[in-house]
């Protein structure tokens, strides 16, 4: 359990482990220096190293007209910033800082980012509402993970970039919330915004479609309960719901031959509209190769000493994988539902091949009506040939 704490003026977190049923105070973290004002912590594979970093935006000072988000890797306390550039152009950006008592009808969250692999890259990204610290609005930004290029951010080799100029986001105005969701069941992350015009009752919900071209492949695996609601009859499997806690992981060879891996938590995070995808959306970018191995591990109860992880090999690109795991305790026995979802390069490879095809055709059409004149040609010389045996 991972809570965000504060003493007085002072702001920390505290990690709390489950040992047998009981809550035990195990580490007490600090938050970065200069912070005044924290939001949601995220826990994400921000780097594609396999292992979950701990992300946290925060603002440098009480009405957040400077902001940032920071970076900690596990076992590391130092904070590494993945951004602190929020000027576009002459306009400043910033985080909306929460208020304690916000004014009725009106919505005031947390800092908070929402995650989610947009552009399928093998890299999170992330969804956020900025405030012109002007005081003229706020609205969506989406943050890309790219690699660093900046001194700051060097240890990690990541960091967030603001696409000032999408303007699909650009032309909702008052948006509260922003997140990612996959809308038309194709492993393709979508957004949806929730925002409030000036003077209007009422909030308005905006679905946007990803419009990211480029053919890049993903898994996407959501872990079951293995539940019934009562007893199970008979030999019935059972598939339940999806569940807190799962854990899944990846590693693969990439198109150039090294090897990538990723880890995804399923709603790892409960705090205030959290709005955390019941799935799991894996990018593997450009590299069409099979998953080499894909584990997935669900919490154990108490006292339960064995892992409970399984293990599946040579997993498709572009599948949704539904994992029952059934019986909790016999990882052997768990089962998995592959879904495929063919990409663009599928049509087209099909459309290469009926092309070869009908080219081969026309191939074998023109010697054949070749064949067929110099047969006639024969068949026109053989009669008007002159028979000497005959006389």
């Known amino acids: ?9 002072v702001l920390g977190f505290e990690t709390w482990i489950n040992k047998d049923g009981n809550f035990t105070k195990t580490q007490l973290g600090s938050i970065p220096e200069n912070v005044k004002k924290v939001g949601q912590s995220s826990f994400v ?70 995650l989610g692999d947009y552009n399928m ?32 951010c060097k240890d990690v080799g990541r960091m967030f970039r603001v696409h000032w ?64 609601s009562n007893d199970c009859p008979g030999n019935v499997k059972p598939f ?13 060879v990439d198109s150039n031959g090294y090897l990538k891996n990723a880890s995804a938590g399923q709603l790892s995070q409960s705090a205030h509209l959290s ?9 593997l970018g450009r590299s069409a190769n099979f998953l080499d191995h894909l584990y997935v591990g669900i919490p154990r109860p108490l006292g339960d000493k064995d892992v409970r992880k399984q293990e599946w090999t040579a997993i498709i690109p572009n599948s949704q994988l539904i994992v029952i795991p059934y019986p909790h305790n016999e990882p052997r026995s768990w089962s998995a539902k592959l879904y495929l979802t063919p990409s663009n390069i599928v049509l087209l490879t099909a459309i290469a091949l009926i092309g070869v095809c009908v080219f081969i055709l026309v191939i074998i059409g023109i010697l054949h009506w070749q064949e067929k004149k110099a047969d006639d040609r024969e068949k026109r010389q053989e009669a008007h040939r002159f028979h000497f045996d005959a006389m």
Not at 66 to 87: C, H, M, N
């Open 1 to 9: 359990l991972f809570l965000t704490t504060q003493d007085g003026n």
């Open 45 to 114: 594979d921000f780097d594609g190293d396999g292992f979950q970093d701990h992300l946290l935006p925060v603002c440098l000072d009480d009405v957040c007209q400077r902001s940032a988000i920071y970076l900690s890797k596990p076992g590391e306390p130092e904070w590494l910033p993945v951004l602190t550039d929020f000027q576009r152009k002459e306009t400043l950006w910033g985080f909306v800082p929460p208020q304690t008592t916000p004014p009725a009808g009106e919505l005031h969250n947390p800092i908070t980012l929402h």
């Open 121 to 152: 890259d093998g890299f999170p990204d992330a969804l956020v509402i900025l405030r012109n610290t002007s005081g003229s609005g706020q609205q969506a930004f989406l943050l890309e993970n790219v690699p660093c290029n900046n001194a700051s």
């Open 165 to 228: 100029d999408q303007s699909d986001l650009g032309a909702i105005s008052g948006a509260a919330v922003a997140t990612f969701f996959d809308i038309y069941e194709d492993g393709i992350l979508d957004m949806i915004v929730l925002s409030k015009e000036e003077g209007k009752e009422g909030f308005v919900i905006h679905a946007l479609k990803n419009n990211f071209e480029a053919d890049a492949y993903f898994v996407k695996v959501i872990v079951l309960s293995g539940l019934c």
């Open 240 to 252: 339940g719901v999806n569940q807190p806690g799962p854990y899944v992981s990846y590693t693969t």
């Open 275 to 283: 709005l955390q995808l019941p799935y799991t959306v894996l990018g």
